[in-house]
């Protein structure tokens, strides 16, 4: 077995997961000492794989340390009981209700700014699709229909985003934060007009997905037994955009089209055709993320429901490296960072504010290169001029 | 008469677009039944309208005495809220003379409200507390400022992500400090704010009755800062660089211009700008750190300076214009009620915001729809508000 620096880093993380391990049940040491020793071995094991070029990696080990070491000092030195609080199925559960809305969002802005479009407006297209489909849901009392809805809506603020960033050649920068506000305005303006405080209607839920064998196993059985209909879609959307963007044609063609348009151009690729699916489909994406925030996992609205987590998705794009499966896995870490820090919360009362700060402290890292630096698609933000 | 021209092309542009903004805002009011022109009269009073048009001589207007003295109230809320949009404004301006797009303005005034603070609190009482806060949030914007600058600088990480990581990190911190169970949250209180500063520490106000809504020292600061912007920019050899560097990167190189030092100066001065409003909010208006305050209103002011900056096309004048339009907007919706239910009010005015951003950002919007009728010509290449196309490359 050669020792490459992938298999340093992936050390690093089984590292950092067993100082994690080593305090919570069945082992459950009552000393700081042990997840302490462990995550240092992590950080060394990181910076180490870092050094021999594997940043991507390395950086996640340093994260899961940092994860890893704080948890530990935090749980040894909280009493037993409140420990089994914490660490049950339903952290695991709530990793992946936290991490869903990060990932579509996430995957609607691999596939615009893949095609060479910056898209900061996923926030905005978030919240449209929370709103209109939660209100065409109440009406309907139709999921299918609330989340088609939903989509709908994000689409239609996806298309003003491309109307004024690939034909008008405006700043995206600016179309995508005109957008955030004004999703935040038309939101709030609708459901104050439209619900107000005429209390929470009913609303047809999106189903939970029932797997009858699967959820009398115990502990998996409580996490992935009866999930949420949304979650599943994620994991198949990763999968099958992955497939698009590196598999097929059609992705090669994006990805052209983001990185050299003029040369795309040249070969036939109608770069304005392509910039339009790909911004609308991140709108498709986004607005099907804000229906699992309001009639998915939850079953209300309220203003800025979104509350930054299309920036979250934003940051999950960019700690992915604009890659699918880096998407689901940076929103995965930051689903479970977000889940440690409420019940922390709830069960230790822990002021846990500065874990949720985590996802961006580490985007920062990864955008500063320090361990393996994120490298945006090369026409990304750039209008195209057609000649 | 070129000059004149553009001058008025260049004044023109922006009324147009404050146009459409309205016009989104009256199809908003019409979907929900009210009648547009009662709305706007009523937004421009609760601006303080009456209050100004008493002034005129002669009072053509018939201002009652009950009026002008709530429209007396009203200006001060607007002048209240225009003081951090004019230094926002500055802060998103300046970044944009150097062809930055500084999201961050948000977060800056947040780390620069926070730092006043603790030192103020810490430092205590008297005219030397008051300065050593006030000097210390401007410092801690401009660091705050100058990291993104550095990182874009040297690390090549772009300055929109950046800083929008940042305004959320200094979200949290602020929870962190004033949530229940943080270090500066008042003792046994139950309720997530710091305690109020001791009056002394407080900046000095000239105008209004009630604690929290009172013009103070930071309108004056703001008019100063504005002064400061332009002869940054237009004075000095450092504004010289910046703007060559927004204007052309590879250029100003060759001219000789260090462009990491020009970035980082230049996302500093903004994050300066940006602290001194995060300490007027502090040291001036609230007194206090509050959690809701911190991620709502102080966040929010970073978005308002960014319309600020678009709207007044990064000029002094323009930047002060529009942050009085914006501050009116906000004090406005505040204070409407009767047309349309005063909960919808807020958010109309966020439409309104909104919209006239999107068509700054889509000035493009009249070339095209004017490029379609007529002889079919060259297509050019309009600029964007500023000379370099900030978030280009990300």
Redesign the interface.
Known sequence: VTVTPARIAQAGIVAAGLAVLSVVPPILLDTVIAPLVLAGIAVVLGIVAIRRGEGRLGGLALFAASVGGLSGILFANTDTATVENIVTAGLFASTLRFATPLVLGGLGGVICERSGVVNIAIEGMMLMGCFWGFWVSTETLSWEIGLLAAMLAGGVSALIHAFFSIHLGGNQIISGTAINILALGVTSFAYRSLIGSSGTPDVDRIPTVHLPLIADIPFLGDIIGDLNLMVWLMFVLVFVIWIFLTRTPWGLRLRAVGEHPRAADTVGIDVYRVRYLAVVTSGLLAGMAGAFLSFGFGSSFNENMTNGRGFIALAAVVFGNWRPFGVLWAALLFGFASALGNALQTAAGVNATLVNALPYVFTLVALVGLVGRSRAPAASGRPYQKQ | VTAIRSRVVAMGYPLATLVFGLLVGAV?VI??GGNPVVVYKQLADGAGMQWILQWIPGNPFGVSVKDARIGETNVISTLVSATPAILTGCAVGFAFRCGL?N?GAGGQLVMGAITSFVVAHFVGGGVFGMVLASIAGVLAGFLYGALPGA?KAY????E???T???N??AI??G??LV????PLQKKNSGTPFSEKLDPSVRWPHFWGEFETAQVHLGLLLAFVAVFVYWVILERTTLGYEVRAVGFNPEAARYGGVSVPRAVVLAMGIAGAFAGLAGSGETLGHYYQLQENTLSGVLVTLG?TG??VA?LGRNHPIGIVLAAFLFAGLDSGARQLSGEI?A??A??????????V??F??????LH?IFRSRGPKKE?T??P??TAA??????
């Open positions: 908003a979907i929900v797009f999201i990182l690390r090549g990480a772009h929109v992500i950046s929008i990581m940042l959320f990190i949290q911190i929870r962190y949530g229940i169970g943080g978005f960014i319309a678009l239910p909960e919808l807020r958010a109309l005015a966020t439409i309104i915001q909104g919209a951003i999107l700054v950002g889509g000035e493009g919007l095209w297509r290449v309009h964007p508000p196309t900030p978030g280009e490359g990300l």
